[in-house]
């Protein structure tokens, strides 16, 4: 209402005297000034004007114009009524605000007669443009202006300049007086740097022809007075944008409201004006871990203030809550009360993690509200009106205002660099009658995935409730440990989750019951240290609804139970009602009344359906039971023991893999092996041997129950060595066995009481006698096994050696043929040949020993392919005699670092650059010295070993 009066004033405020006669003639202005001498209005400006009409009513008004922008205001305050009028022209909608709250949106093009005082101006693409400066304030436009003189106006110096002007949209006859400051003029809020006449008044005289609409002419005599005048828009966030806390209808320009990520961290403030009370929580959300975890304060009857973990599993449907002092943990059926301000379709019975978009309340109803300042912060801000909050007090709104601060993109923040553009900054709520406001701040906006160690309840859990295992990895081929740790350790740590939940996806594992893997780095290879916890107490699984009428004729199966809890395993774990044919997603816990019995029993009926997805298990005349339902459809419930299996069958298929791909650059980390980290390896009550469970432990075979490495024997021989390790399972002892990388290691011994594991470089055939033979003893408890006679060759299957054949012998089977070559005494046997004789039920194999690796002859025509035969040579450290603690005190001919004593004796084998005949391993180091000589020729007379207990020694024996 203001508006139509304002845009009366300024155009109709007329005498009701008649005017035949133009009110001026352009002719008569004279002489006709320069244009290009005439003050220069600026393109964006803001101003107060005092209008003043016929000298009868004056008006104030603050005028605000951005061409550049196409962008303009205009604010009024009369007597008690403020309005606002906001044009968007690159947008085609212009806001009318009411004193501060009625907000109303309509198109500048369709509502042109309404208020027409920007102008409309359609450009050539069809878009509208606001009038240009000079056309707004009509000053040196399309007519004459003259140049009058040098005046004062309210005491400042002015240049006067007037014109005579036809206003065709009006049909009006104008004599224009325009007052600008002088040149020289300084006002009070002048901007001298930018030296510019600003304009200080306006008088209009004149006729406008309302012969159509009334029959006769008016005339008019307004004057505008300019105060304070900018050639600029200051503070442009505070303008052009609609009032905090309103909703403008009919608006229909959204924006495009930035992204929100997958996974994201940030700290949220709370704030609630009706109860003035403020809530700090860190929140960690990653939606494609199904994952929400909240750091906060404890309330209520537990330690006020304990600082609180809570984890909401949304793959299994529990939650948990663990004080970070004590260590406390309580695990719980999903809900979602920690939600500080939710909406209320959100209290479904089946839970579902919202995703981005939903946990920060966004959805198609939003429209963009301009940018704002929000904590020094320039934020563009999109508005909805809502009606499904779930309030946090008591007060009822017919509707809420949201409002959502996103930070402006392309805006670079110098006092904060963890803030990132298109960040969310705040979202504000208010009611519609303005008295209840909830604020959420959102500070130190993180668009990168937690990560998975961030949502870690394994503490929830105690050690029979774990599965704790190992599983090592080989490097890929030119990688060694200093790279691995400077490139790929980080990476490795975090896709380590996703072999173990592609082996497990039939199983709907949730993420979180993997134990944060821990890396361990060595010369040769890692070892993951990891596992896996139990699936939670099955109760938690379901939640309780009291005192429900039931239809029981819907239950798919039914059992007698003495509690609730046998019900939920019932409905978790019988596989016999998890089928494909059949889901047990909700129970009823009915009171057995017709049963005589010292104890309550129960009936417990199972369904296939709940409450979320069949609405129809609930009637009027329904037996009153406890209903449970699941909190999440999808189904965590498989054991730790089950899942360890599945996961070490992919480990020993060759199918675990943690695969790096980059630029072109593709490398694959394959597991070689699995073992449990915590085997509980005591022996049974009647002293069984302990049992292991990898492909290392598997290697070995028990040789007595009751012998030990005799350190003090061993200690005196140079040529053998030993380690120790006590606290470790047997299976981690045959892999320190198997990957021991400064000896060949045969032999082991294990106690485990004290879980004390003994390795050394003592032969097979060394240990051949155990009776009489000093470096072992007798020991109770101590259990000695050697490596198994065929794991000392390497296979090459479909291969055979056609010369270097020796002996041939007819075996059943390749371990006897192995255990014939180590026997062999006219010769050192290192190779044999296994061939399929077919003439012969019993003996199915013809076992033919060879003096000679097959890497001797690689190269050699007579090495070929045959479908009936396998190759088996021995490793090239066979050839080589171990002198422990020595080097020998000449320049080696070559080095290589970071390899094993098995790779070193391989590379001395085949060197063709000089005939290698003997090599130092650096155990410090795993640095590997080749040499031509060796201490047993006759070539080089200076050549000795010297101690150094730090380095191996090793000769060949073949190139003597």
Same mark, same amino acid.
């Given at each position: 209402?203001?508006?139509?009066?304002?845009?009366?004033?300024?155009?109709?405020?007329?005498?009701?005297?008649?005017?035949?006669?133009?009110?001026?003639?352009?002719?008569?202005?004279?002489?006709?000034?320069?244009?290009?001498?005439?003050?220069?209005?600026?393109?964006?400006?803001?101003? %107060?004007?005092?209008?003043?009409?016929?000298?009868? %009513?004056?008006?104030?008004?603050?005028?605000?114009?951005?061409?550049?922008?196409?962008?303009?205001?205009?604010?009024?305050?009369?007597?008690?009524?403020?309005?606002?009028?906001? #044009?968007?022209?690159?947008?085609?909608?212009?806001?009318?605000?009411?004193?501060?709250?009625?907000?109303?949106?309509?198109?500048?093009?369709?509502?042109?007669?309404?208020?027409?005082?920007?102008?409309?101006?359609?450009?050539?693409?069809?878009?509208?443009?606001?009038?240009?400066?000079?056309?707004?304030?009509?000053?040196?436009?399309?007519?004459?202006?003259?140049?009058?003189?040098?005046?004062?106006?309210?005491?400042?110096?002015?240049?006067?300049?007037?014109?005579?002007?036809?206003?065709?949209?009006?049909?009006?006859?104008?004599?224009?007086?325009?007052?600008?400051?002088?040149?020289?003029?300084?006002?009070?809020?002048?901007?001298?740097?930018?030296?510019?006449?600003?304009?200080?008044?306006?008088?209009?005289?004149?006729?406008?022809?309302?012969?159509?609409?009334?029959?006769?002419?008016?005339?008019?005599?307004?004057?505008?007075?300019?105060?304070?005048?900018?050639? #600029?828009?200051?503070?442009?966030?505070?303008?052009?944008?609609?009032?905090?806390?309103?909703?403008?209808?009919?608006?229909?320009?959204?924006?495009?409201?930035?992204?929100?990520?997958?996974?994201?961290?940030?700290?949220?403030?709370?704030?609630?004006?009706?109860?003035?009370?403020?809530?700090?929580?860190?929140?960690?959300?990653?939606?494609?871990?199904?994952?929400?975890?909240?750091?906060?304060?404890?309330?209520?009857?537990?330690?006020?203030?304990?600082?609180?973990?809570?984890?909401?599993?949304?793959?299994?449907?529990?939650?948990?809550?663990?004080?970070?002092?004590?260590?406390?943990?309580?695990?719980?059926?999903?809900?979602?009360?920690?939600?500080?301000?939710?909406?209320?379709?959100?209290?479904?019975?089946?839970?579902?993690?919202?995703?981005?978009?939903? #946990?920060?309340?966004?959805?198609?109803?939003?429209?963009?509200?301009?940018?704002?300042?929000?904590?020094?912060?320039?934020?563009?801000?999109?508005?909805?009106?809502?009606?499904?909050?779930?309030?946090?007090?008591?007060?009822?709104?017919?509707?809420?205002?949201?409002?959502?601060?996103?930070?402006?993109?392309?805006?670079?923040?110098?006092?904060?660099?963890?803030?990132?553009?298109?960040?969310?900054?705040?979202?504000?709520?208010?009611?519609?009658?303005?008295?209840?406001?909830?604020?959420?701040?959102?500070?130190?906006?993180?668009?990168?995935?937690?990560?998975?160690?961030?949502?870690?309840?394994?503490?929830?859990?105690?050690?029979?409730?774990?599965?704790?295992?190992?599983?090592?990895?080989?490097?890929?081929?030119?990688?060694?440990?200093?790279?691995?740790?400077?490139?790929?350790?980080?990476?490795?740590?975090?896709?380590?989750?996703?072999?173990?939940?592609?082996?497990?996806?039939?199983?709907?594992?949730?993420?979180?019951?993997?134990?944060?893997?821990?890396?361990?780095?060595?010369?040769?290879?890692?070892?993951?240290?990891?596992?896996?916890?139990?699936?939670?107490?099955?109760?938690?699984?379901?939640?309780?609804?009291?005192?429900?009428?039931?239809?029981?004729?819907?239950?798919?199966?039914?059992?007698?139970?003495?509690?609730?809890?046998?019900?939920?395993?019932?409905?978790?774990?019988?596989?016999?009602?998890?089928?494909?044919?059949?889901?047990?997603?909700?129970?009823?816990?009915?009171?057995?009344?017709?049963?005589?019995?010292?104890?309550?029993? #129960?009936?417990?009926?199972?369904?296939?359906?709940?409450?979320?997805?069949?609405?129809?298990?609930?009637?009027?005349?329904?037996?009153?039971?406890?209903?449970?339902?699941?909190?999440?459809?999808?189904?965590?419930?498989?054991?730790?023991?089950?899942?360890?299996?599945?996961?070490?069958?992919?480990?020993?298929?060759?199918?675990?893999?943690?695969?790096?791909?980059?630029?072109?650059?593709?490398?694959?980390?394959?597991?070689?092996?699995?073992?449990?980290?915590?085997?509980?390896?005591?022996?049974?009550?009647?002293?069984?041997?302990?049992?292991?469970?990898?492909?290392?432990?598997?290697?070995?075979?028990?040789?007595?129950?009751?012998?030990?490495?005799?350190?003090?024997?061993?200690?005196?021989?140079?040529?053998?060595?030993?380690?120790?390790?006590?606290?470790?399972?047997?299976?981690?002892?045959?892999?320190?066995?198997?990957?021991?990388?400064?000896?060949?290691?045969?032999?082991?011994?294990?106690?485990?009481?004290?879980?004390?594991?003994?390795?050394?470089?003592?032969?097979?055939?060394?240990?051949?006698?155990?009776?009489?033979?000093?470096?072992?003893?007798?020991?109770?408890?101590?259990?000695?096994?050697?490596?198994?006679?065929?794991?000392?060759?390497?296979?090459?299957?479909?291969?055979?050696?056609?010369?270097?054949?020796?002996?041939?012998?007819?075996?059943?089977?390749?371990?006897?043929?192995?255990?014939?070559?180590?026997?062999?005494?006219?010769?050192?046997?290192?190779?044999?040949?296994?061939?399929?004789?077919?003439?012969?039920?019993?003996?199915?194999? %013809?076992?033919?020993?060879?003096?000679?690796?097959?890497?001797?002859?690689?190269?050699?025509?007579?090495?070929?392919?045959?479908?009936?035969?396998?190759?088996?040579? %021995?490793?090239?450290?066979?050839?080589?005699?171990?002198?422990?603690?020595?080097?020998?005190?000449?320049?080696?001919?070559?080095?290589?670092?970071?390899?094993?004593?098995?790779?070193?004796?391989?590379?001395?084998?085949?060197?063709?650059?000089?005939?290698?005949?003997?090599?130092?391993?650096?155990?410090?180091?795993?640095?590997?010295?080749?040499?031509?000589?060796?201490?047993?020729?006759?070539?080089?007379?200076?050549?000795?070993?010297?101690?150094?207990?730090?380095?191996?020694?090793?000769?060949?024996?073949?190139?003597?």
């Amino acid at each position: 209402m203001l508006y139509r009066k304002l845009f009366y004033f300024v155009y109709f405020m007329v005498t009701k005297c008649l005017a035949e006669e133009p009110y001026c003639i352009k002719e008569s202005i004279s002489p006709v000034a320069d244009p290009t001498t005439l003050p220069k209005l600026p393109s964006e400006f803001q101003t %107060r004007v005092q209008a003043t009409f016929n000298k009868e %009513r004056t008006v104030e008004f603050l005028l605000v114009y951005d061409y550049y922008d196409q962008k303009a205001e205009i604010i009024t305050q009369e007597e008690i009524e403020h309005d606002r009028r906001v #044009f968007y022209y690159d947008k085609n909608e212009y806001f009318s605000i009411k004193n501060y709250r009625e907000c109303k949106v309509k198109k500048i093009n369709e509502s042109f007669d309404e208020f027409n005082f920007f102008g409309l101006i359609y450009g050539p693409d069809g878009t509208i443009n606001m009038k240009p400066v000079n056309d707004l304030l009509h000053f040196n436009n399309e007519f004459p202006h003259m140049y009058v003189g040098q005046e004062v106006y309210r005491g400042i110096p002015v240049n006067h300049y007037r014109s005579c002007q036809d206003w065709s949209e009006l049909n009006a006859n104008f004599l224009i007086d325009f007052y600008f400051s002088a040149v020289e003029f300084e006002q009070s809020v002048g901007f001298p740097e930018l030296n510019v006449q600003v304009p200080v008044a306006t008088v209009i005289k004149g006729y406008i022809d309302l012969s159509a609409k009334i029959g006769r002419s008016v005339s008019i005599e307004n004057t505008y007075e300019y105060f304070e005048f900018r050639p #600029f828009v200051e503070r442009k966030s505070d303008l052009y944008v609609q009032p905090d806390g309103v909703y403008c209808h009919n608006q229909t320009f959204k924006g495009e409201m930035p992204p929100i990520p997958k996974s994201f961290s940030f700290t949220e403030e709370i704030l609630l004006n009706d109860k003035q009370t403020a809530k700090t929580t860190k929140v960690y959300y990653s939606y494609d871990l199904k994952t929400i975890r909240y750091d906060t304060l404890a309330t209520g009857n537990y330690r006020q203030n304990a600082p609180l973990k809570v984890i909401h599993d949304f793959n299994s449907g529990i939650g948990y809550v663990i004080d970070e002092f004590l260590g406390n943990c309580s695990i719980n059926p999903l809900n979602n009360e920690q939600d500080s301000i939710s909406l209320a379709d959100s209290a479904g019975l089946a839970l579902t993690i919202k995703d981005p978009n939903q #946990f920060f309340f966004i959805d198609d109803s939003y429209f963009y509200a301009g940018q704002r300042l929000e904590r020094g912060i320039t934020c563009d801000v999109f508005v909805s009106k809502r009606t499904d909050l779930k309030a946090l007090s008591d007060k009822q709104s017919d509707y809420w205002v949201f409002e959502i601060y996103f930070m402006a993109i392309g805006q670079v923040m110098e006092s904060s660099e963890s803030e990132h553009p298109g960040a969310p900054i705040a979202i504000k709520i208010t009611s519609s009658d303005a008295k209840t406001k909830y604020i959420i701040n959102i500070y130190n906006f993180n668009p990168i995935e937690p990560s998975i160690k961030t949502f870690d309840v394994s503490q929830c859990y105690k050690n029979k409730e774990k599965a704790e295992f190992a599983i090592s990895f080989d490097y890929p081929q030119d990688i060694d440990k200093v790279s691995f740790k400077k490139i790929f350790e980080k990476y490795v740590e975090k896709k380590f989750y996703e072999p173990i939940l592609s082996a497990l996806s039939l199983y709907n594992l949730s993420p979180l019951r993997i134990i944060p893997p821990e890396i361990k780095v060595s010369n040769n290879g890692f070892v993951i240290y990891t596992g896996l916890t139990n699936y939670a107490p099955p109760i938690n699984h379901f939640r309780r609804l009291i005192g429900v009428k039931i239809d029981l004729q819907h239950a798919v199966n039914k059992i007698e139970s003495s509690s609730p809890e046998n019900c939920a395993y019932q409905c978790l774990k019988d596989t016999a009602y998890n089928t494909n044919f059949y889901r047990c997603l909700s129970f009823d816990l009915c009171l057995n009344t017709d049963i005589v019995s010292k104890s309550a029993t #129960f009936t417990c009926s199972f369904y296939n359906s709940s409450f979320s997805t069949d609405p129809s298990l609930i009637i009027e005349n329904g037996t009153l039971c406890d209903h449970y339902s699941k909190n999440v459809i999808t189904f965590d419930s498989v054991g730790k023991e089950d899942a360890f299996r599945v996961i070490e069958d992919a480990v020993l298929k060759g199918l675990f893999n943690i695969d790096y791909e980059t630029n072109g650059l593709f490398i694959s980390f394959k597991a070689n092996d699995i073992y449990p980290a915590t085997l509980d390896a005591s022996p049974d009550s009647i002293g069984k041997p302990p049992q292991g469970s990898s492909s290392f432990f598997q290697k070995f075979r028990l040789v007595n129950e009751s012998f030990d490495l005799n350190l003090e024997r061993i200690k005196e021989n140079n040529s053998i060595q030993f380690r120790q390790r006590k606290g470790v399972s047997i299976d981690e002892c045959s892999r320190l066995c198997s990957k021991e990388l400064a000896f060949r290691c045969d032999v082991l011994t294990f106690e485990p009481i004290l879980k004390e594991c003994k390795w050394s470089s003592i032969s097979i055939d060394f240990l051949s006698n155990l009776d009489g033979n000093s470096y072992v003893a007798k020991k109770d408890g101590f259990f000695l096994y050697l490596r198994d006679i065929i794991s000392l060759f390497t296979e090459f299957p479909f291969t055979t050696a056609t010369r270097g054949d020796l002996i041939e012998l007819i075996v059943q089977n390749k371990e006897e043929c192995a255990y014939e070559c180590t026997e062999e005494k006219s010769f050192k046997c290192k190779s044999f040949n296994l061939c399929d004789n077919p003439r012969d039920e019993k003996f199915k194999y %013809r076992c033919l020993l060879s003096d000679k690796h097959i890497h001797v002859d690689e190269k050699n025509p007579d090495l070929i392919y045959s479908p009936t035969c396998k190759h088996f040579t %021995r490793e090239s450290i066979d050839d080589f005699k171990l002198v422990a603690g020595y080097q020998l005190n000449v320049n080696p001919q070559a080095t290589y670092s970071n390899t094993s004593v098995e790779r070193c004796a391989s590379v001395c084998s085949y060197m063709e650059a000089f005939v290698c005949r003997s090599f130092d391993y650096m155990v410090n180091t795993n640095d590997c010295w080749l040499f031509k000589e060796n201490v047993k020729d006759n070539i080089h007379t200076n050549v000795e070993l010297v101690l150094n207990k730090n380095s191996n020694h090793y000769s060949s024996q073949i190139k003597e």
